[in-house]
């Protein structure tokens, strides 16, 4: 991107809310840091490239310079940071090939440093352009996923799934089954969707590690399974998982 001197350094505020955040990212998952001009997204897909993850990350601050619509920019990771689980701020330092963490305390007693390679990139991710800017219908309010993922948790991760989102119901059929969880919302029309137990099971196992106990739902209008998780900590960071559908 030709990055501007001096490098951009941004600061997020707590080192073990960023790494509970990173954490809401499923396993085996590629993981990129978008730096907009108007804070970070951390983005993530799975390897057979069926689910992709956003996160919004509020309270981050730019410390060397203000980031425009010139120098926005995403930074691949090639390892997944070791970030310790401490209520420090975390200072972001990027360069063309790494991304430097220094973790240290308001009195400067306390100092550790992670470094992680990857690269700084602008090129497109066009096999995630099917994830992008994608209407639903209609996005079901508090739907407790724990339900959920205890009446997939005993079928195999290669079943086909069929979710029904009709007013106040969502209707979940998988290996000859029926069940129905409730919600809060109405739905105008009713949507449905297939999916891959496996794909969805590995959002709801990640969710778990995590607490919380309810998700919103929606389905797009090509059949994209839209998952919403509001994480709140110390800080606001909503997460957006997308789901493709099973091939049929």
């Known amino acids: 991107m030709g990055m501007a001197s001096p490098q951009l350094e ?8 960023l790494g509970k955040i990173l954490s809401l990212i499923p396993k085996d998952s590629s993981k990129w840091l978008v730096i907009t001009r108007d804070g970070m997204y951390i983005e993530g897909l799975t390897y057979d490239r069926t689910v992709f993850t956003s996160i919004e990350i509020f309270r ?7 980031v425009d619509r010139e120098h926005e920019f995403t930074f691949s990771l090639d390892a997944d940071p070791i970030i310790p689980n401490v209520p420090y701020k975390v200072k972001m330092i990027f360069s063309e090939d790494s991304l430097t963490m220094s973790i240290e305390n308001d009195e400067n007693d306390y100092l550790n440093v992670v470094k992680v390679r990857g690269k700084i990139t602008n090129e497109s991710k066009p096999w995630i352009d099917m994830f992008t800017n994608k209407l639903t219908n209609t996005i079901a309010k508090n739907i407790n996923y724990r339900e959920l993922h205890r009446i997939l948790k005993d079928k195999s991760r290669y079943d086909a799934m069929r979710l029904t989102l009709k007013s106040r119901k969502l209707e979940v059929a998988v290996d000859g089954e029926t069940y129905q969880l409730e919600h809060d919302t109405d739905v105008s029309s009713v949507v449905s969707g297939k999916y891959k137990v496996g794909d969805v099971m590995q959002v709801l196992s990640t969710l778990w590690k995590s607490g919380g106990k309810f998700i919103n739902l929606g389905i797009t209008h090509d059949g994209i399974l839209v998952i919403e998780y509001d994480f709140s900590r110390d800080v606001y960071a909503p ?10």
Do not use: D, G, M, Q
């Not at 941004?10 to 809310?17: G, Q, W």
């Not at 981050?60 to 203000?66: G, N, T």
């Not at 997460?239 to 049929?248: G, M, S």
């Open 10 to 17: 941004i600061v997020f505020p707590y080192a073990n809310t």
């Open 60 to 66: 981050v601050s730019f410390e060397r310079y203000e």
């Open 239 to 248: 997460v957006k998982y997308l789901i493709a559908p099973a091939v049929e």
